[in-house]
């Protein structure tokens, strides 16, 4: 089973920054489109941003000109560099294999298990 751990969270005033990781294993064939979500208490998880198997990539406009995502060559693990931050950034910030493709052993819908990100004003 493949499995996603993200890690960089932590606190931080606004207007800092902080550099998201999400970690891919084991190693595949498979390419993946993968995003990264986020859900604050009582809210809805919402998109954030997205990197599809091509590179192509899409920010949710609350973050747009904030966040960059991007992934390494070997395509094993995801980024997220958050500047600027806002107290309403804070959330629990996961990861997730949003599709996959190379063949029937390729796992979608794959979320880690999350990592927390607080943004004090």
């Known amino acids: 089973q493949v499995t996603l751990v993200e890690s960089g969270g932590g606190s931080v005033q606004a207007g800092g920054s902080l550099r998201l990781s999400c970690a891919i294993s084991?190693?595949?064939?498979?390419?993946?489109?993968m995003s990264w979500y986020r859900q604050a208490p009582g809210k809805e998880r919402e998109l954030v941003s997205v990197?599809?198997?091509?590179?192509?990539?899409r920010y949710a406009d609350s973050v747009k000109g904030r966040f960059t995502i991007s992934r390494d060559q070997a395509k094993t693990t995801l980024y997220l560099q958050m500047n600027s931050l806002k107290p309403e950034d804070t959330a629990m910030y996961y990861c997730?294999?949003?599709?996959?493709?190379?063949?029937?052993?390729?796992?979608?819908?794959?979320w880690g298990p999350g990592t927390q990100v607080t943004v004090s004003s």
């Open positions: 997730k294999l949003d599709r996959a493709y190379g063949g029937y052993w390729c796992q979608a819908n794959v």
């Open positions: 084991p190693y595949t064939s498979c390419t993946y489109d």
């Open positions: 990197i599809d198997m091509t590179g192509k990539i």
